[in-house]
């Protein structure tokens, strides 16, 4: 009983020690989950707080409904506007780009390091996608006044593009396992199934949720929890049928949220906070999950690679994947530039771990050293980025 409490205790502490870094952030400027990242990791192993934790089973199942809600909630405040003004753009950045991406960087990784090619196209594929959490804040706290379709690509694309990146790193880490057991033919069915998969039980599951909360006479205080029941039991269930749980959830939440319902407001303030609280404690988790001192010989190395995603991978991708969209270069660099790597290249890593594919570890403690590197080069240079493009502060007086 005693380990009990001390554990409640723990997950409280942690708690307000969260929205005390998340002050501190604030002040100094800082990306917000990078503070809850770099907290994990002070209570962790290596800091003061000596917190051993390295269950990667663990670390799978809380970052899988984690994620879940992100995603979710990432649907479920979309609106239609956005999906109009920006769905072509963030579909090929979600999916071309990702490809581009990891491609890219795996190049990049074979050639600096002399890796082999499906190990380096698996880090490529694990820091491909942009985080949904990291992007929305970041464009919330850095109130620079960009054009909406551009803002709107941004957040779309993230929330899309997860999917993609979970697809590749699966395929990479089967070939990785058994190089002669994976075929094209395979792979084509594998996507058909993850992608095709997804979006019809997102869609159906979307259009049934939706029916029950029209149809349905509950206290108001319950049509959240029922929401959330439905978008785990989806999650969980697309994942077990071999499709992705990642688009199903976020198209169930998109459904959701562009129709209307009596309970919308109650369900859009339940999982505002659910989302805050699933980030604060993937962050933490992840945090807490790496040994900082084995970080240090990848340190050198790997700040190569995230050179590469972040100046040439990336925007080599969006300049692809926008111009012919009609997005001007200015506003291709920005999204360039705003595209942060968060706490799923970090999750991806788990999956060859879990596998238990060889230079694992090694390929976890790169995901992080970049992401860390993402969080630190792009989310404290958006405002001096963005009016180096010409885009000003929200605040700021009109030219002229």
């Not at 949904?132 to 957040?155: D, H, I, K, N, W």
């Amino acid at each position: 009983m005693q380990a009990a409490h001390e554990l409640i205790l723990l997950g409280g502490a942690l708690g307000l020690l969260s929205f005390l870094a998340g002050l501190v952030s604030a002040r100094v400027g800082a990306p917000l989950l990078l503070a809850f990242l770099v907290l994990g990791m002070l209570v962790g192993e290596d800091g003061p707080g000596g917190i051993r934790f390295d269950d990667f089973h663990a670390a799978y199942l809380i970052g899988s409904i984690a994620l879940a809600v992100i995603l979710f909630e990432g649907g479920l405040k979309t609106d239609r506007t956005m999906i109009r003004i920006a769905w072509a753009p963030a579909v090929l950045l979600a999916t071309v780009g990702v490809t581009l991406t990891a491609g890219i960087v795996g190049a990049a990784g074979v050639w600096l390091f002399s890796a082999p090619w499906a190990e380096a196209l698996l880090i490529g594929a694990a820091v491909a996608p942009t985080d949904a959490a990291a992007v929305a804040v970041l464009l919330r706290r850095a109130r620079v006044a960009v054009p909406g379709r551009v803002s709107a690509a941004l957040e779309l694309e993230s929330g899309l593009n997860d999917p993609m990146a979970v697809f590749l790193t699966v395929l990479l880490v089967q070939i990785i396992l058994a190089p002669a057991g994976v075929s094209a033919r395979e792979a084509i069915v594998l996507f058909v199934e993850e992608m095709a998969g997804g979006a019809i039980m997102g869609i159906g599951g979307g259009y049934a949720l939706l029916f029950l909360l029209r149809r349905v006479r509950l206290e108001a205080s319950l049509y959240p929890v029922l929401t959330l029941a439905g978008a785990l039991t989806l999650f969980g269930g697309a994942q077990s049928l071999g499709a992705s749980g990642f688009l199903a959830v976020y198209l169930m939440g998109l459904v959701t949220g562009t129709n209307r319902h009596l309970a919308g407001p109650s369900i859009g303030h339940f999982f505002e906070a659910l989302a805050w609280l699933a980030q604060i404690v993937l962050f933490l988790m992840l945090g807490l999950l790496v040994t900082p001192h084995r970080l240090v010989p990848l340190i050198a190395p790997t700040l190569a690679v995230a050179a590469v995603l972040i100046l040439l991978a990336r925007p080599l991708a969006c300049l692809c994947c926008l111009l012919p969209c009609g997005f001007s270069l200015r506003e291709t660099g920005f999204v360039a530039w705003v595209g942060l790597r968060g706490a799923v290249p970090i999750y991806l890593a788990t999956i060859p771990v879990l596998a238990g594919a060889p230079h694992a570890n090694r390929l976890f403690g790169a995901a992080f050293v970049i992401v860390i590197t993402s969080l630190v080069v792009q989310g404290w240079t958006i405002r001096p980025a963005a009016r180096m493009l010409g885009f000003r502060g929200v605040n700021d007086p009109p030219p002229g």
